[in-house]
């Protein structure tokens, strides 16, 4: 009896992570430490040149998608699709900005008791053999592991077109994730990267402490930074160029969900520009023949929600799997479970 954990946004933001709709607002916060003098140029660029950007366009469209990352994210990536555009603001200057925003609050989370609530979901909700499958950039799940002693893996490993990479540790100061996937752990399939995830070619490096790594001074002024990359990914096309590391992922995300039992969804607003979840749920959902119940844990979780989901909702009518909705936030879910 296997239950897959799918978390979202609103998983997080109880530990004082941003949303999607308020991103771009909270970024505000975080610029001010990048700002000319106080870190290296290349550190200035990708958050000036994020608003910049805005600025330049945010009169054209709606106004509720001013402050969304995903967004922007998504149309700064449609302007490079298949290296069409190279010039300007790119999906890599916009990733460091999302990974520095990142990193600014979850320091702040993991020094306080926010997280307590995320600690306590790792530690008496999660049993070994469950999945765990998020759509955020934070770490908070892996941190926890940490803290709780429960070893987890990525699922990096495997075989794949085009042959294995490498995982780089040498940044990596923490001791419960494993890399080899070779004992009994907790999965944790981050279906659209992570933001301590840096590539090098088709090589991945994980860091424990991006708040300091963007600090040092040294990476960046001698432009080692520009051999890296960031497995940040937005819900959109440009998905498929993300190279073998997502794709393993997404491949073992599948194989989790056409073998769960239970299905727990927690802070996740099925937004409707992202397809790609939406269609791997239903490939892997139609093909599941154990799966039994499914619950949504979302505080909004109302009439315009299950609009929103009709075709999951008649998919799992069809299949006679029960739903159940649940109107609480990811901490009072917790609680009451524990």
């Given at each position: 009896m296997k239950t897959v954990y799918i978390l979202g946004a609103g998983f997080s933001c109880d530990a004082?992570?941003?949303?999607?709709?308020?991103?771009?607002?909270?970024?505000?916060?975080?610029?001010p430490l990048y700002q000319l003098g106080k870190t290296p140029p290349s550190l200035n660029v990708p958050m000036d040149e994020l608003f910049?950007?805005?600025?330049?366009?945010?009169?054209?469209?709606?106004?509720?998608?001013?402050?969304?990352?995903?967004?922007?994210?998504?149309?700064?990536?449609?302007?490079s699709l298949g290296n069409v555009a190279t010039r300007g603001f790119n999906k890599y200057k916009m990733q460091i900005a999302i990974a520095q925003t990142i990193a600014y609050y979850v320091d702040i989370a993991t020094q306080s008791v926010k997280t307590s609530y995320v600690i306590s979901f790792v530690k008496n909700v999660v049993k070994y053999g469950d999945q765990l499958i998020t759509l955020n950039y934070d770490d908070l799940i892996e941190r926890a592991c940490d803290q709780v002693v429960k070893p987890y893996k990525y699922g990096f490993v495997g075989q794949v077109i085009g042959g294995a990479f490498k995982v780089d540790m040498s940044n990596y100061n923490e001791q419960m994730l494993d890399v080899n996937e070779n004992i009994s752990s907790i999965p944790i399939y981050k279906l659209h990267g992570s933001y301590n995830w840096m590539t090098k070619q088709e090589d991945v490096q994980v860091i424990s402490d991006m708040?300091?790594?963007?600090?040092?001074?040294?990476?960046?002024?001698?432009?080692?930074?520009?051999?890296?990359?960031?497995?940040?990914?937005?819900?959109t096309?440009?998905?498929?160029?993300?190279?073998?590391?997502?794709?393993?992922?997404w491949n073992r995300t599948f194989e989790s969900l056409v073998s769960a039992s239970h299905i727990v969804v927690i802070g996740y607003s099925f937004p409707e520009n992202d397809g790609y979840v939406k269609y791997l749920l239903m490939a892997s959902l139609a093909d599941n023949n154990f799966l039994k119940d499914v619950t949504i844990v979302d505080p909004y979780c109302d009439d315009a929600y299950a609009a929103r989901i009709k075709w999951l909702l008649d998919l799992l009518d069809a299949k006679k799997v029960s739903v159940r909705f649940c109107q609480k936030t990811a901490i009072q879910w917790v609680q009451e479970q524990t």
């Amino acid at each position: 009896m296997k239950t897959v954990y799918i978390l979202g946004a609103g998983f997080s933001c109880d530990a004082g992570l941003p949303l999607s709709y308020d991103f771009l607002d909270r970024m505000e916060n975080v610029r001010p430490l990048y700002q000319l003098g106080k870190t290296p140029p290349s550190l200035n660029v990708p958050m000036d040149e994020l608003f910049l950007f805005r600025s330049q366009r945010d009169k054209l469209f709606d106004k509720s998608l001013i402050n969304n990352v995903e967004f922007w994210l998504s149309l700064v990536s449609a302007r490079s699709l298949g290296n069409v555009a190279t010039r300007g603001f790119n999906k890599y200057k916009m990733q460091i900005a999302i990974a520095q925003t990142i990193a600014y609050y979850v320091d702040i989370a993991t020094q306080s008791v926010k997280t307590s609530y995320v600690i306590s979901f790792v530690k008496n909700v999660v049993k070994y053999g469950d999945q765990l499958i998020t759509l955020n950039y934070d770490d908070l799940i892996e941190r926890a592991c940490d803290q709780v002693v429960k070893p987890y893996k990525y699922g990096f490993v495997g075989q794949v077109i085009g042959g294995a990479f490498k995982v780089d540790m040498s940044n990596y100061n923490e001791q419960m994730l494993d890399v080899n996937e070779n004992i009994s752990s907790i999965p944790i399939y981050k279906l659209h990267g992570s933001y301590n995830w840096m590539t090098k070619q088709e090589d991945v490096q994980v860091i424990s402490d991006m708040q300091r790594f963007f600090a040092n001074q040294e990476f960046w002024t001698t432009n080692e930074w520009t051999r890296y990359g960031f497995v940040i990914e937005p819900p959109t096309i440009d998905k498929i160029y993300s190279g073998h590391i997502l794709t393993r992922v997404w491949n073992r995300t599948f194989e989790s969900l056409v073998s769960a039992s239970h299905i727990v969804v927690i802070g996740y607003s099925f937004p409707e520009n992202d397809g790609y979840v939406k269609y791997l749920l239903m490939a892997s959902l139609a093909d599941n023949n154990f799966l039994k119940d499914v619950t949504i844990v979302d505080p909004y979780c109302d009439d315009a929600y299950a609009a929103r989901i009709k075709w999951l909702l008649d998919l799992l009518d069809a299949k006679k799997v029960s739903v159940r909705f649940c109107q609480k936030t990811a901490i009072q879910w917790v609680q009451e479970q524990t």
